[in-house]
């Protein structure tokens, strides 16, 4: 593999709104003020909507408002909200940076956050949506591209899981950003195999059932223990750069570094892993970077661990299969209860069929506690699962029949802002 | 068959076929059989191996384009199901699997494929930008006497329903077989395919119960069915208020 560079280090043009056409500097304005607007109206940050109105104004403002910066893109199913908040953080080592931590990650929030960035940002550290990485990779002209992991998510109105893949594979082409890609997912090998320089990070992948068959000839795919390769072709799992080994990390030159994150969990530690190498590519070292992100401990709510009833609860968020597993995998063990809550409202998608691809009897031997719009197909799941649980119709509720002790809250999307909102209101209460 | 009184679920190709949930006709057939006391044996065929000939119940999921041309492709190739069917065992088929198990289908790359022909059916591909998304309510045959169907579609399939079958239910609410006239999947013998994931026996544990009646040979002891008929009505409830507003 080449040494993987980034071009330009230290010569990048000097950003500066200055140099923004008319219309452009016209479209930021614009979008302000209705982000303000909305903001006093109680409706979110704004930055949605204002963004909206600024691609409307200066349809090509995302290029323009990428000019002067160095930009990586990160996108995957999973983790791609707090994997741009580490590497967020790590690239501070390096100068000021401009992200959309929030999480709104299509094309007008991503618009809105550059154009909320001061003169002096360098790096510009964006979450993309699935659907629209190879649009904003093509108006951004980003240095480097993240991708973290592909699996079936909210498919009654997503793109199907392969099409997406060969729609990065697509898109992707021809470009000239380093792809940062986890090699232990079948998928993201296919969707990184069209880019011409490649860091392969090796991520892990607990959640395989989106990728038995080869995305390249069809064939069965064979897994012994870390490794995966098609019993029909020559697709096989990359030589990773970059390698997650239990709690420890790996990094180029064969050094390996103890992980210490306030973020729980193997999913996470992947997250910084990735984060690492994104962060070397622009002269970051492992130590100034590990030691940043290190200080994350919640990213946009989840994983914070909040006051409520007088008890502890942790917030977790899990909006598709892959999620739920690897949430299972970092809480507390029994007794610890765990509140469940799912909704299918748009945002969660309307389909709750995937709750069956969880297996939930990995949470046997604690309290459970069902909640949320979709609480009876949540308990059909654990009966038939063979758990005990109850099912309430509030937060309030199932924390007062809960045991002493911290309590883990599992949720997702919507499930999750609700419980956060009831939370808060209590906390002003 | 290992014994005479041990029932064996087969699961075809969870490794294709699993798109929406899949599995869960497969613990929901398991967990009823056993609370009437019924030994089961479960087993899942990967699409390398092959289809076991001596099942009582056979079930296939639903999957993405590409896994269903591939899923036709190893299927066609294996005499296992086929054999069982003739022989009187129960299938169920979901979406991707029921477009499987009929004469013809369209694949992926927009061609004609060859289904098993295990079921009177022919499915072509909607309109693109038609797809059928959302919620189903459908009255079953009475010939099975089953309650009214709840179910989920994701479908672009449009499948019609040929004179070796029957259609299994009406919708009163989605799009079902997507033909326009109402039907929604067929069945004929003690084969089922139905474009209803949730998945289907989820909300429909009757259906369970039938395919498990047929695989036994006898009538099944009743069961609380607490959970299932809260969701059951809840779901009713809803998708029917949705309709009137």
Known sequence: MSGNSVPGQGGAPQRTSEALPPRSKLAITASRVTAAISRRAGKGSGSVIGGKLALRLAPDLLAQLSVGLQVVLISGTNGKTTTTRLVAEAMRAAGPVVSNALGANMPAGITSALAGAGNEARYGVIEVDEK???????????????????????????????????????????????VVANADDPLIVWAASSSKDVLWVAAGQTWQEDSWSCPQCGGVMQRPGDDWFCSQCDFRRPSPTWSLAGDRMVDPDGRVWPLHLQLPGRANRANAV?????????????????????????????????????????????????????????????????ILSVNALDADGKDTSWIWDVDFTQLAGRPLFVLGQRRLDLAVRLEVAGLQFQVFETLAQAVAASPPGQIEVIANYTAFQQLRKTIKEAAQA | MIGESRLRLVWIYPDLLSTYGDQGNALIVERRALMRGIEVERVDVRSDQPVPTSGDIYLIGGGEDRPQRLAAERLRRDPGLATAVGAGAALLAVCAGYQIIGNEFIDDLDQSEAGLGLLDVRSGRGAPGKRCVGEVLAEVDPALGLPVLSGFENHQGVTHVGPGAKPLARVTHGNGNGTGDGTEGAYAGRVIGTYMHGPVMSRNPALADLLLTWATGVPLTPLGDHWHEQLRSERLRTVRAAASN
């Open chain 1, 274 to 338: 990735t984060a690492a190498a994104i962060a070397s590519l622009f002269g970051v070292p492992v130590e100034a970077a590990l030691e940043r992100m290190k200080h994350v401990t919640a990213v946009a709510g989840r994983y914070d661990v909040v006051d409520y009833m007088g008890r502890k609860l942790r917030l977790l968020l899990a909006k598709n299969p892959a999620g739920w597993v690897e949430t299972f995998s970092l809480i507390d063990p029994p007794p610890t209860p765990v």
């Open chain 1, 132 to 178: 629209y990485l190879a649009g904003v990779a093509r108006d951004s002209d980003p240095v480097a591209i993240a991708l973290l992991n592909l699996s079936r998510d909210q498919l009654d109105r997503a793109a199907e899981t392969r099409m997406l893949a060969e729609k990065w594979r697509e898109g992707l082409s021809g470009r000239d950003a380093i």
